[in-house]
């Protein structure tokens, strides 16, 4: 053993500071991995010159394995394998740390392993069909060598951290007080400690520790039907409709943005003021409020399901449950009422079974719609299209029963590119050209510009004030009440961090006597609602049964 030391620090005092050197940068990569933080708003990073509470865990880790171990280990001498180990290791939470920074800053909620693990594949899937196979196969790769390349630099810097920088310090008592204070610190950190905020980083470990648990509660804990909140009382009469047909839309990515944005609301007022203007000229009134959405910058499955039933599904998996239950929901309730059910989803294009727990009489998807024109963006049929096509494969006729009708927009889904052109023509909507052959081929060659989406949000909310606005100067085939509100907030990077998750919420009807309900519940007259939600998604859902509700 004592042959080995001397080795050890012959070669230190060949190369005193090119030793030390790459020890210090040895370090700094191991640290600056783990202290790493968004780059607003891309989905890059920059580098945190905070200390990372695991990078900390780890060297205290190495230091007290070799010190147990020198008398017959030495760091020189460790294996390939387990250099290899650590730096996979240390890898995970790298990648770790990159989603746990990411996905706040660019959707505004904590990533969801559970949740987000069978979301993100389709939406990929979605995102793939606009490119030829060899731009997929070159992300592919290149993703694939982003990775390699990652782990090759953490074993260099494992194997130099190992090698150089542990024996110097086991030998050294300023590098060891050093390392004592560095510890203390980071379980301070651990611990809530807001002195240390400004110099240890958040630590990645209790992601971790959060996601194993909702695992284990989904996976390994039963259906969990016990947990779920009770359902509201599923028993109003529905007379205030008087017979009227009722239509409940979803814009997609329909935020308090819109509203809280001075730059924005002064962009999209005036589609909002046209579209008052039109209902007031069918005979129709407005009144407006906000709630709070279940879900932020995506998961829209998770406020249709929190309206729609009743039940508050913040925590995706209280979704998940509530699909395998016979627990009530509107489109239910409107059927017991005698209305058809129809749900119109422009954006599925695959078998959807969990429809079946919503209990639509029709389903209406992409393939029913058959949209033959132009592929404009990611998400292909305008919502436009939808709803003309809608009308034409679903007419009214002179005994049809009153319908309920739940559509769930697509258009103004991230990445909000490129925004369709509104068709005033509604029967030219539904032919082979649509739109203007040049604005289509601008459309078509134009780039998703990723790193500044607010441009495209905008032109794809005032998109849609367009088309809703020119839907309801159609003709009326019957008298309807319609429910227009957002799913949730689009992501982050249009929002800016720290946005609150309320949603708004219209009324548009020509029953003054619906209309009070809704005012009396906290509604306000017109487009623009009081700022303060009056109540949360599934909260809705009771004060909307309530305002249909009709004594005898």
Same mark, same amino acid.
């Given at each position: 053993m004592r042959h080995i030391v001397t080795a050890e620090s012959q070669d230190r005092a060949r190369n005193p500071y090119l030793n030390a050197l790459f020890a210090v940068l040895a370090l700094g990569v191991l640290n600056s991995a783990l202290s790493m933080t968004n780059w607003w708003p891309t989905p890059f990073v920059r580098f945190d010159a905070r200390i990372a509470p695991e990078f900390v865990y780890l060297w205290c880790g190495l230091l007290a394995w070799f010190a147990v171990r020198r008398q017959t280990l030495s760091p020189s001498l460790v294996s390939s394998r387990f250099l290899g180990g650590l730096a996979v290791l240390y890898a995970v939470l790298v990648v770790g740390r990159y989603f746990d920074t990411t996905a706040p800053a660019l959707f505004g909620r904590a990533i969801n392993l559970y949740w987000d693990g069978l979301q993100i594949p389709r939406l990929l899937w979605v995102l793939m069909q606009k490119y030829p196979l060899w731009v997929v196969v070159a992300v592919i790769a290149a993703t694939v060598a982003l990775l390699a390349v990652l782990f090759l630099v953490l074993r260099w810097a494992m194997t130099v951290t190992v090698k150089k920088a542990v024996p110097y310090t086991l030998q050294s008592k300023w590098a060891l007080a050093l390392t004592g204070f560095l510890l203390l610190s980071s379980l301070a950190n651990l611990a809530g400690a807001q002195l240390t905020w400004p110099y240890i980083s958040r630590p990645v470990i209790p992601t971790y520790w959060a996601q194993g648990k909702i695992f284990w509660h989904a996976l390994l804990e039963g259906s969990g039907q016990s947990n779920l909140p009770a359902s509201p009382a599923f028993d109003s009469n529905l007379r205030q409709l008087a017979g009227s047909d009722f239509k409940l839309f979803f814009f997609e990515s329909y935020g308090a943005i819109v509203f809280d944005n001075d730059a924005m609301q002064q962009q999209i007022a005036p589609l909002q003021k046209a579209l008052e203007t039109q209902a007031l000229a069918r005979g129709q009134t407005i009144v407006s409020a906000f709630v709070t959405s279940t879900t932020f910058g995506g998961g829209t499955d998770l406020a249709h399901m929190a309206l729609l039933s009743g039940v508050d599904t913040r925590d995706p998996i209280l979704h998940d449950v509530l699909l395998t239950t016979q627990r009530p929901t509107l489109v239910k309730h409107f059927k017991s009422k005698g209305y058809e059910t129809f749900g119109l989803y422009p954006a599925l294009s695959w078998d959807w079974p969990e429809g079946d727990f919503f209990g639509f009489d029709k389903l209406v998807d992409a393939r029913a719609l058959n949209y033959e024109g132009p592929q404009l963006g990611y998400w292909k049929i305008p919502d436009q299209f939808?709803?003309?096509?809608?009308?034409? /494969?679903? #007419?009214?006729?002179?005994?049809?029963?009153? *319908?309920?009708?739940?559509?769930? +927009?697509? +258009?103004?889904?991230?990445?909000?590119?490129?925004?369709?052109?509104?068709?005033?023509?509604?029967? =030219?909507? $539904?032919?082979?050209?649509?739109?203007?052959?040049?604005?289509?081929? *601008?459309?078509?060659?134009?780039?998703? #510009?990723?790193?500044?989406?607010?441009?495209g949000y905008v032109g794809m909310i005032k998109y849609n004030f367009e088309w809703l606005a020119g839907y309801l100067a159609m003709? =009326? %085939? *019957? %008298?309807?009440?319609? /429910?227009?509100?957002?799913?949730?907030?689009?992501? +982050?990077?249009?929002?800016?961090?720290?946005? @609150?998750?309320?949603?708004?919420?219209?009324?548009?009807? @020509?029953?003054?006597? /619906?209309?009070?309900?809704? $005012?009396?519940?906290?509604? +306000?007259?017109?487009?623009?609602?009081?700022? =303060?939600?009056?109540?949360?998604?599934?909260?809705?859902?009771?004060?909307?049964?309530?305002? $249909?509700? =009709?004594?005898q």
């Open positions: 939808a709803l003309a096509k809608f009308r034409q /494969l679903q #007419p009214i006729g002179q005994g049809s029963p009153p *319908r309920f009708l739940f559509f769930s +927009s697509i +258009s103004s889904h991230l990445p909000f590119h490129p925004v369709p052109p509104y068709q005033p023509d509604w029967a =030219k909507v $539904l032919t082979l050209a649509p739109f203007d052959n040049q604005e289509v081929a *601008r459309l078509q060659a134009s780039s998703t #510009p990723w790193l500044d989406m607010q441009p003709p =009326k %085939e *019957r %008298e309807y009440v319609m /429910l227009v509100l957002g799913d949730h907030q689009p992501t +982050s990077n249009v929002t800016g961090e720290g946005a @609150s998750w309320d949603v708004p919420v219209h009324v548009i009807a @020509s029953n003054p006597a /619906l209309i009070e309900r809704f $005012l009396a519940a906290g509604f +306000s007259p017109g487009m623009l609602p009081q700022r =303060k939600a009056i109540a949360s998604l599934s909260g809705l859902t009771t004060i909307l049964l309530n305002a $249909l509700h =009709k004594d």
